[in-house]
């Protein structure tokens, strides 16, 4: 039996968001202390992965780990009838093939329930180790999804570079080019705060098209952190209060003939 | 109906026409047989012929003719005992008279000469000849045993050809007016026997029992043939009779029944029509005729056909609901967003997978 209360609905509703551009099918991976979601667009160059603990929840009850498959798109069309300020449940017993969903509204004086059908998704989880990355830039949500819908305009690929300097986006296409560069902001209020961690400068190449639909997530929290290291993929972090994350992990663009 | 190998080795399904003929009836095997190429008495162009060769009967001489499928050139098969024979078309074989195959070769009135002679001087392929009865040749030639059994001398006769051609036009004739009476008989039957479901062209071939039995049911019923009906069968039986004479011979024998081309430029009637169908179908009686080609088609191009074709592409899946449900079906299965749709358009050149940069572990830590 798994059962998890959310008062903050809006959180569930704005993850499934963030996901459903980037994925079709996915597993929330339900344990005795957490909740978690990890799956891997279709061309498996990209993969998101969501954690809540359980102490984010008012109520979260798992008595023996779970996986419930369900399709994104599917999801999201439900969660649509869940208001913002909606209290959300999740519910399914240990052999289900639904998901119950019970919105609540702040009064109690609406309750309504929705059964989404489960399926069977066969995918291994990818073990990602913890990493220490040469850079680490810390950002407002706000400012990363401005810059890459700005650069969008201009091309397809984008550029980021951390150096001393800062960390710029770059984007070179048919109509011209264009920089962004951003510097270290030690602003009084944590938000807005632009802190560059750097060992060693890195560029790396990547589709913005993919960076546009990690911006979905903007809503989820103030910032964003972004940390790279060379050759390897690009972790873009939206972490969720103080008790879970949504990250989005990108392979960079490696051109042998360019 | 059985197969057989053409000489490119492509096999092809055949219908017989005539069964007692290819198969030996005392062992129930079938006659070896082969192609050959003949010139066509109407066209005077070569083509292939089939032939038997038997110790025990006299070789006869096959037309083929190709019947295409009614739906489909491309794919389509004949399933022959435990063989895929995978050739669209199927061939019927029909029995023909060998003396119309000589007619190309002789056209007017020459000197007395041994037959050995004869075929030399106007090259005829000696298989071809393999297939003649020379009891046969008596009805194109003169024949002069004068000097004694030693040396019989042959003359093509004008004469002697036409009149075979009207004996064949007789029976031709013949057997159309039989048909044709038939047919109003069996119409007269089925009206007063309600409920039949039995074309009225139907015919099991070769059994002369139920053809007996038949006889007796339509003998009460009393069907004539009047002088127009009459007309319309001897205008057709000369059409078929034409189709195996070349330019000269046709001209000279429609000037003998006194008749001109228009006849043969003249639009079957409806009436004709049915009767071409019903001898493609048919074992035929006097053994010399087949149907025209250019009438093979009008037995798949029959009104009831259109719906026997919709039934066929319904119950063979490519109805036109049947896709669609496909469709739906599909589309139900996979919702993606409009999101997850210009995700796929993204070039990933130079983007390694996920899975070279992590492994699949069964339980991973996660960061943080």
Known sequence: MFEARLTQGKIFKQLIEALKDLVQDANIDCSEDELSIQAMDSSHVSLVQVNLQAGGFDHFRCDRTISLGFNSTNMSKILKCAGNDDVITLKAEDTADALTLMFESPGQDRIADFELKLMDIDAEPLGIPDTEYQCTIRMPSGEFQRIIRDLQVLGDTCVISCTKEGVRFSVSGDLGTGNVLLRNNAAEKEEDQVIIEMEEPVELTFALRYLNFFTKATSLGGSVILSMSPEVPVVVEYPIEEFGHIKYYLAPKIDDDA | ?368
């Open chain 2, 1 to 368: 109906m059985s197969s057989k190998d053409s000489q490119e080795g492509k096999p092809f399904v055949a219908m017989v026409d005539c069964r007692p003929r290819t198969e030996d009836n005392a062992a129930r095997s079938i006659v070896p047989s082969s192609l050959l190429d003949i010139k066509d008495p109407c066209t005077g162009e070569k083509r292939q012929y089939l032939t038997t060769k038997s110790k025990k009967r006299k070789p006869s001489v096959f037309e083929i003719q190709s019947l295409p499928h009614p739906r489909s050139d491309d794919y389509s098969a004949f399933f022959v005992q435990s063989r895929v024979i995978s050739n669209p078309h199927m061939h019927m074989v029909t029995p023909v008279d060998p003396l119309y195959l000589l007619l190309p070769y002789f056209t007017s009135q020459e000197k007395w000469q041994p037959f050995d002679q004869l075929i030399q001087s106007k090259q005829i392929p000696s298989e071809q000849l393999d297939c003649l009865d020379m009891k046969q040749l008596k009805h194109l030639f003169e024949v002069n045993d004068a000097y004694g059994d030693d040396l019989i001398l042959y003359r093509f006769s004008k004469e002697k050809t036409l009149t075979w051609l009207q004996k064949k036009l007789n029976k031709v004739q013949e057997f159309l007016k039989a048909q044709f009476l038939l047919k109003q008989q069996r119409k007269a039957v089925d009206e007063r026997n309600t409920g039949g479901a039995f074309n009225s062209t139907f015919n099991l071939g070769g059994s002369d029992d139920i053809a007996q039995e038949e006889k007796k049911e339509c003998d009460d019923v009393q069907c004539k043939i009047d002088k127009d009906d009459e007309r319309q069968i001897k205008y057709f039986a000369v059409q078929i009779l034409c189709e195996y004479l070349g330019n000269f011979w046709r001209k000279e024998f429609l000037k003998a029944q006194a008749m001109d081309d228009s006849i043969l430029g003249l639009k079957k009637s409806t009436k004709a029509k049915s009767e071409t169908q019903s001898k493609e179908v048919k074992p035929e009686v006097t053994s010399t005729l087949s149907t025209s080609s250019s009438s093979d088609n009008q037995l798949f191009s029959n009104p009831g056909m259109s719906e026997a074709d919709k039934l066929m592409h319904y119950t063979m899946g490519s109805g036109e609901s049947n896709t669609e449900e496909q469709k739906t079906k599909k589309r139900k299965e996979a919702p993606k967003s409009a999101g997850l749709k210009s995700l796929s358009k993204v070039n990933t050149k130079g983007m390694k997978s996920m899975t070279s940069f992590f492994s699949t572990k069964p339980k991973a830590k996660k960061a943080k």
